[in-house]
Antibody, heavy 117, light 109 residues
Framework: QVQLVQSGSDLKKPGASVKVSCKASGYTFTNYAMHWVRQAPGQGLEWMGWINTNTGNPTYAQGFTGRFVFSLDTSVSTAYLQISSLKAEDTAVYYC??????????WGRGTLVTVSS | QTVVTQEPSFSVSPGGTVTLTCGLTSGSVSASYYPSWYQQTPGQAPRTLIYSTNTRSSGVPDRFSGSILGNKAALTITGAQADDESDYYCVLYMGSGMVFGGGTKLTVL
C-alpha cells in the first residue's frame, strides 16, 4: 500500500535551517509528482509547490521562492523540503502529498517545524 | 491575483444535507480546473474526498458528492453525521499550480 512517511517534529532557532523528509513506499516513486503543503497554526492549507520526481525539476508557489528548496533522493524514494534562514512565521506543519493528475491522492502525516529562540 | 473562495463556516443538523462551495474571485469554476475536496480534522493530515469534480476517492462514502453548481464547484454531504464535523478544503488546478481555498469549518449540531 502507498505510504508517505515524514520525518519527526523539529525545533529550530531563528536563522537556522531545517530539512524535512518524505519517504515513499508502495509505488514507483518516479511515476508521481510530489507536492508540499504548509499549514500554519490555526490556519488553512497552503500549496508550496511541487517537484517532478523524474527530472528533479522543482516549481515553487509565490511566496516560497528563495529560502525553500525541494530535492529528491530517488535511490531511497525520498523527497525533501529544506528551509533556510528560518523565521518565527515558518512555524507550521509541513505535508508532502503525492499528485495523481491534478489532485492529491496520498498524504504524509505532516512534520511540525517550530521556530523559536 | 485570483483567489479561491469558500464559506468560512457552515452548520448542518445531523441527518441533514449541506452544500459547500468553491469559487473564484474572478471568473467561474469549471471542470477544467479539476476541483478536488479534502477533509481535515484537528491534528490530522487531510483526507482526499473528491477529485476531478465528482469522483469519490477510494473508501469515501457515497453521501459525499461533488459537482459544478452555477459558477462554483460544490461538495454536498447528504445525511450528515457527527464525525463529518471537520474542515473542508477545495483545491483548483490553475495551470501554473494548485491553489487551496481558505477552507470551510463544518459544524454538525
Amino acid at each position: 500500500q502507498v505510504q508517505l512517511v515524514q520525518s519527526g517534529s523539529d525545533l529550530k532557532k531563528p536563522g537556522a535551517s531545517v530539512k524535512v523528509s518524505c519517504k515513499a513506499s508502495g509505488y514507483t516513486f518516479t511515476n508521481y509528482a510530489m507536492h508540499w503543503v504548509r499549514q500554519a497554526p490555526g490556519q488553512g492549507l497552503e500549496w508550496m509547490g511541487w517537484i517532478n520526481t523524474n527530472t528533479g525539476n522543482p516549481t515553487y508557489a509565490q511566496g516560497f521562492t528563495g529560502r525553500f528548496v525541494f530535492s529528491l533522493d530517488t535511490s531511497v524514494s525520498t523527497a525533501y523540503l529544506q528551509i533556510s534562514s528560518l523565521k518565527a512565521e515558518d512555524t507550521a506543519v509541513y505535508y508532502c502529498a503525492r499528485e495523481s493528475v491534478w489532485y492529491f491522492d496520498f498524504w504524509g502525516r505532516g512534520t511540525l517545524v517550530t521556530v523559536s529562540s | 491575483q485570483t483567489v479561491v473562495t469558500q464559506e468560512p463556516s457552515f452548520s448542518v443538523s445531523p441527518g441533514g444535507t449541506v452544500t459547500l462551495t468553491c469559487g473564484l474571485t474572478s471568473g467561474s469554476v469549471s471542470a477544467s480546473y479539476y476541483p478536488s475536496w479534502y477533509q481535515q480534522t484537528p491534528g490530522q493530515a487531510p483526507r482526499t474526498l473528491i477529485y476531478s469534480t465528482n469522483t469519490r476517492s477510494s473508501g469515501v462514502p457515497d453521501r459525499f458528492s461533488g459537482s459544478i453548481l452555477g459558477n462554483k464547484a460544490a461538495l454536498t454531504i447528504t445525511g450528515a453525521q457527527a464525525d463529518d464535523e471537520s474542515d473542508y478544503y477545495c483545491v483548483l488546478y490553475m495551470g501554473s499550480g494548485m491553489v487551496f481555498g481558505g477552507g470551510t469549518k463544518l459544524t454538525v449540531l
